[in-house]
C-alpha cells in the first residue's frame, strides 16, 4: 500500500501563489499515476489535476488550467501541485492520491484511486 502525505496549505490572498507537496510513504508512487483532488465545505470532492507515471503527461480541470501545474520527482518520490493566481473559489482541503493506473483518462475519476491522503487546508482570502 501507498501512503500519500500532504503538505504545504496555507491561507493566501487571493492572487497568491501555493506549493503542495505529496510524498509517498510506503511503497514507490513511480509506478502509479498520481492525483490532486479538492472538496470545498458542503460540495463533493472534485478533480483537479493528475499525472502519469513518467510525468510526460498531465491532466487539469478545466478552471484551474493556466493556473496550476502538476510535476513529480519520481527519484524523491514526491508529487508537487504549483497553485498560482488563486481565487477565493478555490479554498478547499487538497488531497493526492495514488492511481490504480500509470496513466491515460482514468486519472480524472477519483473511483480508481485506492490510496489518499488526509488532506492539506488551502485558504484563499479576497
Known amino acids: 500500500q501507498v501512503q500519500p502525505v500532504e503538505s504545504g496549505g496555507g491561507l493566501v490572498q487571493a492572487g497568491g501563489s501555493l506549493r503542495l507537496s505529496c510524498a509517498a510513504s510506503g511503497r514507490t508512487f513511480s509506478s502509479y499515476g498520481v492525483g490532486w483532488f479538492r472538496q470545498a465545505p458542503g460540495k463533493a470532492r472534485e478533480f483537479v489535476a493528475a499525472i502519469n507515471r513518467s510525468g510526460d503527461r498531465t491532466y487539469y480541470q478545466d478552471s484551474v488550467n493556466g493556473r496550476f501545474t502538476i510535476s513529480r520527482d519520481n527519484a524523491k518520490n514526491t508529487v508537487y501541485l504549483q497553485m498560482n493566481s488563486l481565487e477565493p473559489k478555490d479554498t478547499a482541503v487538497y488531497y493526492c492520491?495514488?492511481?490504480?493506473?500509470?496513466?491515460?483518462?482514468?486519472?480524472?475519476?477519483?473511483?480508481?484511486?485506492?490510496?489518499w491522503g488526509q488532506g492539506t487546508q488551502v485558504t484563499v482570502s479576497s
Open positions: 492520491a495514488r492511481s490504480l493506473y500509470a496513466g491515460g483518462t482514468s486519472l480524472r475519476d477519483l473511483r480508481d484511486y485506492p490510496d
